[in-house]
Nanobody, 124 residues
Framework: QVQLVESGGGLVQAGDSLKLSCTAS????????VGWFRQGPGKEREFVTT????????YYADSVKGRFTISRDHAKNTVYLQMNSLKPEDTAVYYC?????????????????WGQGTQVTVSS
């Protein structure tokens, strides 16, 4: 049992940066690998990035490599998504998800817990 809450979204211009947070309550977050997904209007939920239980392994979708960085702070039960050089194509609701396994997954169905999402809108 864990509850996840995302924050940090907003309306920005292309080229700007945002830092999203995913904070967990309930069970300690450190036992979960964590993924970030996003879903634009009328689109499939898309994998963005994942981080392992320890934070030692990360993986990124090609679309965000070099621009986004995932990290975690176990003491704060928080996972972050630093987003730089934002593009209009990044506009979506961003979700974090926890998986009770050492490594994350690109498949949404592999995750056990989800946050409610936070809206990121990038204008041209």
């Amino acid at each position: 049992q864990v509850q996840l809450v995302e924050s940090g979204g907003g309306l920005v211009q292309a080229g700007d940066s945002l830092k999203l947070s995913c904070t967990a309550s309930g069970r300690t977050f450190r036992q979960y690998s964590v993924g970030w997904f996003r879903q634009g209007p009328g689109k499939e939920r898309e994998f963005v990035t994942t981080i392992s239980r320890t934070g030692g392994t990360t993986y990124y979708a090609d679309s965000v490599k070099g621009r986004f960085t995932i990290s975690r702070d176990h003491a704060k039960n928080t996972v972050y998504l630093q987003m730089n050089s934002l593009k209009p194509e990044d506009t979506a609701v961003y979700y974090c998800a926890g998986r009770n396994y050492v490594l994350g997954s690109k498949l949404p169905g592999e995750y056990d817990y989800w946050g409610q999402g936070t809206q990121v809108t990038v204008s041209s």
